[in-house]
């Protein structure tokens, strides 16, 4: 009889990442009027919202004084 063989899963294995982050409480009230319009969850419009910011940033050069 053959071993069935499974692979351990590891970390990132669907490509995301998890971490912490530290906003202010009238910005999490604004992300939970935004989920509760729109049926996503917290955590999916904060990855669009980074997506999009990402994808758009424009940074500007340092002024010197």
């Known amino acids: 009889m053959e071993n069935f063989e499974i692979k351990a899963k590891t970390?990132?294995?669907?490509?995301?990442?998890t971490f912490s982050i530290r906003?202010?409480?009238e910005t999490v009230e604004k992300l939970d009027q935004i989920a509760e319009k729109t049926g996503y969850t917290r955590n999916a419009l904060i990855g669009m919202f980074l997506?999009?910011?990402a994808d758009h940033c424009v940074i500007k050069p340092k002024e010197e004084p």
């Open 51 to 53: 997506e999009y910011a």
């Open 23 to 25: 906003i202010r409480q």
């Open 11 to 17: 970390k990132g294995d669907d490509g995301y990442r």
